[in-house]
């Protein structure tokens, strides 16, 4: 069936040091791979996507790894600032239709 | 740019009334998607539309429907309206020949059900 899921709920951080989040999905035959960002009142916000033929792809102080051996995505945030505060979703694009399928999110926590 | 807009906001409703939810979005997009986010189960997908025509459509009641019209804007409607129906609805647009991979979300219209 489709699912994806995060491995923690919950993540703290000091301020400055760098954040991975972890997800794991289950279907294979999804086309590219998605992480939002989402701050307390808001909408998802695009972060990065990954296309299902690649392993990493880097943006502005963030990367996705995709290892499709053991269906694992991850994002990883360099050095992170008190504005990457806010709960982080993945989401696989099934080949082919037009939905995403979101894990249940990560809320990640920056201490000063 | 504007972005995706939704309206309203934030709502309160009994149970068994009807609700209509609207979004406008991004301009140029042609398709729109709807989600229904609550703490319990997440984002789930609704349905999509595109040109006036519901394309992809979630695993959800026949009470949640909605409609595209000619200038890209969309409704959803929920009827009979239970105290599960309670969550963040929101609406997301992508531009023609875009996948999923490249929706923008709208800040969502949160409804209450008493």
């Known amino acids: 069936g489709e699912s994806v899921g995060l491995h923690l709920p919950t993540l703290s951080v000091q301020e400055g040091d760098n954040s991975i989040i972890n997800c794991a999905y289950s279907n294979s035959a999804s086309d590219y791979f998605i992480w939002y960002k989402q701050e307390s009142g808001k909408g998802p916000q695009f972060i990065i996507d990954?296309?299902?033929?690649?392993d990493k792809r880097q943006g502005q102080r963030v990367t996705v790894l995709l290892n499709k051996t053991v269906k694992h995505l991850s994002l990883q945030i360099a050095a992170t600032q008190p504005g990457d505060s806010a709960v982080y979703f993945c989401?696989?694009?099934?080949?082919?239709?037009?939905?995403?399928?979101f894990g249940q999110g990560t809320r990640l926590t920056i201490n000063p | 740019k504007a972005g995706v807009t939704q309206t309203p906001r934030y709502l309160i409703k009994t149970r068994g009334q009807q609700v209509t939810l609207s979004c406008s979005p991004i301009?140029?997009?042609?398709?729109v998607s709807w989600y229904q986010q609550t703490p319990g189960q997440g984002l789930q997908f609704l349905f999509e539309y595109f040109s006036e025509t519901q394309r992809n459509k979630g695993n959800f009641p026949g009470r949640f429907s909605g409609r595209q019209f000619s200038n890209s804007r969309s409704e959803m409607n929920v009827s009979t309206l239970e105290l599960g129906d309670s969550a963040l609805y929101l609406c997301?647009?992508?531009?023609?020949?875009?996948?999923?991979?490249?929706?923008?979300f709208g800040a969502g219209s949160r409804l209450t059900v008493l």
């Open positions: 997301a647009s992508s531009p023609q020949g875009a996948g999923a991979n490249v929706l923008t």
């Open positions: 989401a696989e694009n099934l080949q082919g239709a037009q939905k995403l399928v």
């Open positions: 301009s140029g997009h042609r398709s």
């Open positions: 990954i296309r299902s033929n690649m």
